[in-house]
């Protein structure tokens, strides 16, 4: 495990600052350290939670200096200057040591981008008004609806025809998904298409022939497992109820002779307690009715 000692440590001011405050940015800071293998910077964006976290990256990526290297762990955003990534050893040292870590799990929407001829870094997630006025200009809030917890990932393609750029705004379900569609398809400068809760849109294209090849790549699939019991095949076999019978009388009688030895021992124990003789228990009372 590698050793280094901090030297400085300096506050950031990340811009553009109505994004950063949208995705939930708490705080940040670059820290110069030195150890065996040199000296080397460090900065750190700690976000509300892992969401927030991979909006910061998408933004921070494409805007690293030469060299560097950045990573999402959980709600932070770390980026190493002037070293590569350091071990999983010393990461997971440096995780326990950062304040409010938040390992919740990485949103799905950007796993539905399409991957082919995507420009590298071209990734924007959008979470509100400020985030889409910052990738999408000119495209109103209120035709998003954000009110319904609406998420947004952008990303530019290349085709043959020219550079697109789609967007994927992801809605708590195909209900929804499908009233928002007739909003964007009334927006002629955009071309838009629903599957499942998603709906998908192309707000920059070269052709409407290039927006629909990118728009087919969009597939959403849920897998669902449901744990079904089966019906027992030997459920409806004659032969095994008489079986299960049988056993249940078995039982039954094999309970009756212990209960009856138990009771016959009580009592023998009874008798020789008490000191009495056989058969004077079993004298009868008489009313003599007759006399």
Do not use: C
Not at 93 to 99: A, D, T, Y
Not at 101 to 125: C, I, K, M, Q
Not at 255 to 264: D, I, Q
Not at 274 to 284: H, V
């Amino acid at each position: 495990m590698e050793f280094h000692s901090r030297k400085t440590v300096t506050v950031l001011h990340p811009e553009p600052a109505a994004v950063w405050s949208e995705y939930g940015l708490q705080e940040a800071e670059r820290a110069e350290y030195a150890g065996p293998k040199g000296a080397f910077t460090v900065s750190a964006w700690r976000l509300t939670d892992a969401t927030n976290a991979q909006a910061a990256m998408q933004l921070l990526r494409g805007a690293r200096p030469a060299g560097a290297s950045i990573e999402q762990r959980g709600n932070y955003v770390i980026q190493f200057e002037g070293r590569k990534t350091p071990e999983e050893e010393t990461m997971n040292q440096l995780i326990l040591s950062m304040p409010r870590y938040d390992p919740s799990s990485l949103p799905a929407l950007t796993g539905f981008l399409p991957v082919a001829a995507r420009h590298g870094n071209s990734e924007r997630f959008i979470l509100g008004p400020a985030s889409l006025e910052a990738f999408v200009p000119g495209m109103s809030p209120s035709l998003v609806a954000f009110h319904f917890g609406t998420e947004g990932q952008l990303a530019r393609f290349k085709d043959r025809d020219g550079d697109v750029t789609l967007v994927l705004f992801n809605y708590p379900n195909p209900q929804i998904a499908k009233e928002r569609l007739a909003a964007f398809q009334e927006q002629k400068q955009y071309v838009a298409r629903r599957s499942g809760p998603i709906v998908s849109v192309v707000t920059q294209t070269a052709t409407p022939d290039a927006a629909e090849r990118i728009l087919s790549q969009v597939r959403w699939e849920v897998n669902i497992t449901l744990n079904q019991q089966l019906p027992d095949p030997k459920g409806d076999n004659i032969g095994v109820l008489f079986l299960n019978v049988t056993k249940f009388s078995g039982i039954m009688i094999v309970f009756a002779l212990l209960a009856g030895g138990l009771f016959a021992g009580f009592r023998l124990l009874g008798r020789k307690f008490s000191g009495q003789k056989p058969g004077e228990d079993t004298a009868m009372i008489a009313l003599h009715i007759d006399e």
